[in-house]
C-alpha cells in the first residue's frame, strides 16, 4: 500500500509543474469526486452534504464539505502549493555572440542556486492571450527536456570547490538552444494557441525527473518538491477520503507562500476568510456564530520540515531531533502559530488514531524560516498548529523524505478530518 500511495504522489507530482498545474490537478481529484466548482463573482447556494470548491488567481484553490447549517465548527489543512524555482521574464531569450540563444529568468523563492546546475529542466505555467471578447488564461507545459544550466568546467574556475557567491543574471541562465530559439513560440504550441496573441505569462522552470524509491530497504524517497506537494498531496487524499457529519472541512491550497504570502490569493490575502464567510452566510450564521465555528475549531499549517542530516547533525536543536520515518513533525518556534494546546490537540487525535508524531524546535544558532500559518492567522484568528514532514535538502530540486512518512501524514490528516473536538475554556474534548 505504501509504494501505491508513493506512486500516486510521484504522480501528482509530474501532473503539477507549476502551482497553476497544481490547481489544475486538484481540480480534476475535486470533480471526480463530485465536488461542485463555485465562482467568486457569483451568489453561492450551498447544499447540506455536497463538497464545493472555488479558485483565486490561478494558483490557490479552497475546497469545502458542507454538512449542515448547523455545523459545529470549521476544520482547515493548508498546504502551499508552490516551490523554489525560477520565473521566466518578460522578454525570454538572450542572444550569445549569434550562436546561442539562453533564457532570461529571476529567482522565486529561496533556493541554492547551484544545486539547479546541469540538470534537465522544462517551462510550465500560463499564457495570457487575446481574445474576440478580451483575454483568457491559458495552461502550457513544454514537457520535454528543454533547458539546462551549463555550469562552468572546473579548468576554469579552479576555486570552484572553495565556495564562492553565484550571480543569479549571470551563472544560472539556462540554455535554450540556438539563436533561433523561440520559448514563447513552443508554449503556444503547447497550449494550442498563436504566439502573437499572448499579451503577458508566467512562466517557471520545473526539474524534469521523477521521484524515486532508495535506500537499502526502500525506505527513503525523494522527488522534486516535496516540500510543499507532499503536504498538498496528503491534505487532498486526506480531504477527499474523510467524513464529519458535524464540522465544515475544508482544504485550503495557497500559492506564494515561497515569496511572502502577499498576492492577493495567497495565505496573507482576505481568500480563506472570504470563504469562510460565504460559508457562514449561506448557513445563515451571523456574526456571533461566525465567531463560534471558528475558534471552535482548528487549522492545520502544513509544510515539511527539517530532519537531522547525517552530515551535518550539529545543525539540530541538542535535544528535539527529528528523523525520516518517524511520523508527522509539529513544529514549535516563534516563527510558528503552534501553541500548547493545539499542539497538544494534534498529537491526541494522532495518538487515539495510531500515527507516530515527533517535534521540532529550531537549533537556536540556527533559526528556520516561518510558513503561512501565523501570516493566515492575521486574517483568520483560528488555533492553529504547525505541522510537516520530516525531510532533508529542503529547497532543493530533489528533496528527499522517509517512504513511511506519506502514509503518517495522510493517516493523521484523515484523522484530523473526521474528528469531532470541542473548546471549552482551558479543555478540548475530543470525539
Known amino acids: 500500500m505504501t509504494d501505491q500511495l508513493t506512486n500516486r504522489l510521484f504522480d501528482f507530482i509530474q501532473s ?105 529542466l522544462s517551462v510550465a505555467g500560463r499564457l495570457a492571450v487575446r481574445t474576440e471578447e478580451g483575454v483568457r488564461s491559458v495552461l502550457t507545459d513544454v514537457s520535454r527536456d528543454l533547458l539546462v544550466i551549463p555550469s562552468l568546467a572546473i579548468h576554469m574556475n579552479r576555486e570552484a570547490n572553495n565556495g564562492g557567491k553565484t550571480d543569479p543574471q549571470k551563472d544560472t541562465l539556462p540554455l535554450l538552444g540556438g539563436t533561433e530559439a523561440d520559448l514563447l513560440a513552443l508554449a503556444a504550441e503547447r497550449a494550442g494557441v498563436r504566439k502573437e496573441d499572448i499579451l503577458a505569462h508566467d512562466l517557471y522552470l520545473y526539474h524534469r525527473a521523477r521521484g524515486t524509491i532508495y535506500g537499502a530497504d526502500r525506505e527513503f524517497i525523494a522527488a522534486p518538491k516535496l516540500d510543499d506537494l ?31 504570502s502577499s498576492t492577493r490569493h495567497a495565505a496573507n490575502s ?63 518556534s516563534t516563527r510558528y502559530a503552534t501553541d500548547a494546546m493545539t499542539a497538544a490537540l494534534f498529537h491526541r487525535i494522532c495518538e487515539k488514531a495510531g500515527v507516530p508524531t515527533q517535534d521540532f524546535y529550531n537549533h537556536s544558532s540556527n533559526p528556520g524560516g516561518g510558513t503561512l500559518g501565523l501570516i493566515s492567522g492575521s486574517h483568520v484568528s483560528i488555533p492553529t498548529v504547525d505541522i510537516g514532514l520530516a525531510q532533508l535538502a529542503m529547497h532543493s530540486p530533489y528533496e528527499t523524505a522517509g517512504r513511511e512518512d506519506l502514509r503518517h501524514m495522510t493517516a493523521a490528516m484523515t484523522a484530523f478530518y473526521s474528528s469531532v473536538f470541542a473548546w471549552e475554556g482551558n479543555c478540548c474534548r475530543v470525539g
Open 270 to 332: 482576505t481568500f480563506l476568510s472570504d470563504v469562510l464567510d460565504r460559508i457562514c452566510a449561506a448557513a445563515g450564521k451571523d456574526g456571533q456564530q461566525r465567531q463560534q465555528a471558528v475558534q471552535g475549531g482548528m487549522l492545520l499549517s502544513a509544510d515539511n520540515a527539517h530532519a537531522v542530516h547525517p552530515n551535518y547533525p550539529e545543525k539540530a536543536d541538542p535535544t528535539s531531533r527529528c528523523y525520516l520515518n518517524k511520523g508527522v513533525v509539529v513544529k514549535h
Open 230 to 260: 507532499e503536504c498538498v498531496f496528503s491534505a487532498v487524499t486526506a480531504f477527499l477520503q474523510s467524513e464529519n457529519p458535524e464540522h465544515c472541512t475544508v482544504c485550503a491550497i495557497f500559492d506564494n507562500e515561497e515569496t511572502g
Open 16 to 120: 503539477s509543474p507549476s502551482p497553476l498545474h497544481t490547481v489544475q490537478t486538484v481540480r480534476a481529484m475535486l470533480l471526480q469526486a463530485g465536488f461542485m466548482e463555485l465562482l467568486e463573482t457569483q451568489p453561492w447556494q450551498l447544499a447540506p452534504g455536497q463538497g464545493y470548491f472555488t479558485t483565486r488567481g490561478g494558483g490557490s484553490v479552497m475546497a469545502f464539505r458542507y454538512p449542515k447549517a448547523d455545523f459545529r465548527a470549521f476544520s482547515i489543512a493548508a498546504p502551499h502549493g508552490d516551490s523554489p524555482t525560477f520565473k521566466v521574464k518578460g522578454a525570454p531569450e538572450m542572444k550569445v555572440e549569434g550562436h546561442y540563444a539562453k533564457l532570461n529568468t529571476e529567482v522565486y523563492g529561496g533556493m541554492a542556486l547551484n544545486l539547479w546546475l546541469d540538470r534537465p
